[in-house]
Structure formats: structure tokens, C-alpha cells
């Protein structure tokens, strides 16, 4: 990879990793647009590495509060609220860190290609302005039960298929289910740290095991890069999502999908 692609990629990962636009998505796009060589998936993991760092400091109260409930829970105080939601977000990681060591292989080698991308920008942009629109939005991120936890970690599953959009379809379910727009999108983001960080430790793991050559150096940029840009993408949502809402969102989504069946099928 040239440093023009790593420098490119790095920004596209970090500025649409969180908005409900499909990041993987992207990174199957861009290549494809540009005739490059498509960067693999350990490039992209160290990118959502980035992305990572990025939702780690902007979300750190909320983190702190996650392991608080934590040590919480080992000492058997279960009915404290951060408690609750560290046992949510721990039971919503299960769905997707079980699918991704079955079939991220599989998908890797059979679904990273345009006319999939197609499909899943938009028929998920479709369901993103249903739920946006039809969301009761009348309960809080408070209000996280062990039954949402597990309807909103399936969604997040079907995220391993490129131009789903983990924050996407996320964000979907927990309108469905009733929750206010940035509450949504606050459980979403505090959801998708952990698995970034087991694909990330799976992935470093596997690439240590095979013994063959990685440029660290160029991994360990793009992820700087990808956080940097995260962060503001993160705060730019948040404020966004609040008062504009998530349409804008969809209808990208739609236009993406038509621009790649003009450009690329």
C-alpha cells in the first residue's frame, strides 16, 4: 500500500465507523473506485483499532462507570445500575463475538464485494429512517434491560457483513425498541468497544501466529490517524443525531447504493 492509500482509507474508516453509514462498507468501496488492491482485513482492523482509542476517550466517564459495575458484579451487588448495564453490554458483545469467530473468515473471502454493499446500504438504510421515524423514543439508556442488551447485540452481529453498519443497525434496534436518538447512540457506541477490541487481539494473535511480515509501523499510522478523525466524527454525531435526526443518514445511504450499481455493476 502506497501512503496515499493508508492516509486516505485511515480517514475514510474514521469518519464513517460511527455514523450509520457502514465503514467496512467503505473500505470495500473506496479500493474499488480508485482500482486499488483491497487493503485486507488486518489493515482494516487496525483502523477500527483507531476508532477504538477514539470512543474509549470521549465515552471514558461511561467506561469508568462500565467497570465500576463490573467489580460490581463480582462482588454480587447486582442491583446497582452500572452493574446492570456492564452485565448489557457483556451479554450484547456474546452475539457478535461468536459470530465473527465463526464466519469472518467466510465473509471476508465471499462478501467483500460491491454488489453486497449494494444490497445492505439499502435495505439497512430503509430500515434506519422506519425506526427513526416510528421509534416511540420515550426510554432512556437507564433503561437497558438484559432483553435489549440481546435483541441490539444481534443486530450488531449482522454488522460483519460489509455495508451493514455496526452504529447502523445498532442504532436501528434500539429505536425499535423504544429509546431516544442519542441514548441510541450512546449504548451503541459503548457496545462496539468491545468487540473492536477482541477482533483487534484476534487478529494480532492470528498475524503473530503465521509469522509472516506486517508493517506495524504503517498499521500503527493508519490507526492514529482513524482515531483522530473518530473522535470528531463521534462529537459531530452526537450533537447531529439530537437535533436533526438520522434520515439524512438513510437517504446517503440510498444515493451510495444507486451511485455504486451506475459506477461499479
Known amino acids: 500500500m502506497t501512503w496515499i492509500q493508508v492516509i486516505v482509507l485511515a480517514i475514510v474508516q474514521g469518519l464513517t465507523e460511527f455514523l450509520p453509514i457502514s465503514s467496512s462498507g467503505h473500505l470495500v468501496l473506496v479500493p474499488s473506485i480508485f482500482g486499488w488492491t483491497d487493503q485486507g482485513l488486518v489493515f482494516d482492523v487496525a483502523v477500527h483499532f483507531g476508532s477504538l482509542g477514539a470512543v474509549c476517550i470521549y465515552f471514558r466517564n461511561d467506561l469508568a462507570g462500565l467497570l465500576r459495575g463490573g467489580l460490581n458484579v463480582v462482588t454480587g451487588q447486582l442491583g446497582q445500575p452500572e452493574a446492570k448495564m456492564a452485565m448489557a453490554i457483556a451479554i450484547g458483545t456474546v452475539p457478535a463475538a ?5 464466519f469472518a473468515g467466510w465473509i471476508s473471502d465471499n462478501l467483500r464485494h460491491p454488489s453486497v454493499v449494494v444490497a445492505t ?6 430500515l434506519l ?15 437497558v434491560g438484559l432483553r435489549d ?3 441490539i447485540g444481534l ?19 434500539a429505536l425499535a425498541l423504544g429509546f431516544q436518538r442519542r441514548d441510541a447512540a450512546r449504548f451503541s457506541f459503548l457496545l462496539s ?10 487478529e494480532v494473535a492470528v498475524l503473530i501466529m503465521d509469522g509472516g511480515y506486517v508493517s506495524w509501523g504503517t498499521l500503527a499510522v493508519a490507526a492514529l490517524i482513524s482515531g483522530v478523525v473518530a473522535y470528531v466524527s463521534i462529537d459531530f454525531f452526537m450533537r ?7 434520515l439524512p443518514f438513510a437517504i446517503y445511504r440510498l444515493v451510495l447504493a444507486a451511485v455504486i450499481v451506475v459506477v461499479l455493476l
Open 155 to 173: 443486530a450488531q452481529a449482522l454488522a460483519l457483513i460489509p455495508g451493514t453498519s455496526r452504529s447502523g443497525v445498532t442504532i436501528s434496534a
Open 129 to 143: 429512517a422506519l425506526a427513526d421515524r416510528f421509534g416511540r423514543r420515550q426510554r432512556t439508556i437507564a433503561d
Open 149 to 151: 442488551a440481546v435483541v
Open 193 to 202: 468497544a468491545p468487540v473492536i477490541l477482541l477482533a483487534t487481539l484476534y
Open 98 to 102: 461468536l459470530a465473527g469467530l465463526l
Open 121 to 126: 446500504l439499502a435495505g439497512y438504510g430503509i
Open 240 to 246: 447531529f443525531v439530537t437535533t436533526i435526526g438520522l
